[in-house]
């Protein structure tokens, strides 16, 4: 029996690597706009972040998304991934 390759994908906040599936996929639609991608599989420019409030600051916070987009994150798509954080991030206490 051979086991199947998990893929492994790096958090923009705070770089530790993790499976696919453990982490939040950002994507860079077409009009330039960031949204949450929900199953992973929406076209453009991705990139990944831990579902904790630290790596959600950060990566916002610090420009990590944007430079990990290729682009700048306009102040509506900031505004809205605030907004959405609350129901795709874990508020624990380090």
Do not use: N
């Amino acid at each position: 029996m051979s086991s199947r390759r998990i893929p492994l994908r790096t958090c923009a906040g705070c770089r530790r690597k993790a499976p696919k599936h453990e982490l939040i996929r950002l994507v860079r639609v077409e009009s330039g706009l960031v949204e949450i991608d929900v199953h992973g599989k929406q076209p453009g420019r991705g990139c990944y972040l831990c579902p904790s409030l630290i790596c959600w600051e950060t990566g916002i916070g610090k420009g990590r998304i944007g430079h990990a987009l290729g682009a700048s994150i306009p102040a509506e798509s900031r505004a809205y991934l605030i907004d959405q954080a609350s129901h795709w991030i874990e508020f624990t206490t380090p």
